[in-house]
């Protein structure tokens, strides 16, 4: 699959989802990963849907998840 297939596909996801314009840059603009994955953890997508969407493991999204963050970071 192309990068361009990819990302129709997961803007298609991301729309379907429910998240705004908005929300999608602000979820494009996150620094990390895991913030990524809080983010839409926090927008109640599922691990397996978060998974799928980013393209990575569902033991990554999970191990995200139960992992307390130690020190948050500040993006000025």
């Given at each position: 699959?192309?990068?361009t297939q990819t990302n129709k596909k997961n803007?298609?996801?991301t729309a379907?989802?429910?998240l705004t314009v908005a929300e999608g840059s602000a979820f494009m603009q996150l620094p990390t990963?895991?913030?990524k994955i809080r983010f839409l953890?926090?927008?109640g997508w599922s691990r397996g849907e978060i998974a799928k969407h980013m393209g990575i493991?569902?033991?990554h999204v999970r191990?995200?998840?139960i992992t307390p963050v130690a020190t948050p970071r500040v993006v000025a």
């Amino acid at each position: 699959m192309s990068n361009t297939q990819t990302n129709k596909k997961n803007e298609a996801t991301t729309a379907s989802k429910g998240l705004t314009v908005a929300e999608g840059s602000a979820f494009m603009q996150l620094p990390t990963k895991s913030a990524k994955i809080r983010f839409l953890n926090a927008k109640g997508w599922s691990r397996g849907e978060i998974a799928k969407h980013m393209g990575i493991r569902y033991q990554h999204v999970r191990n995200v998840l139960i992992t307390p963050v130690a020190t948050p970071r500040v993006v000025a």
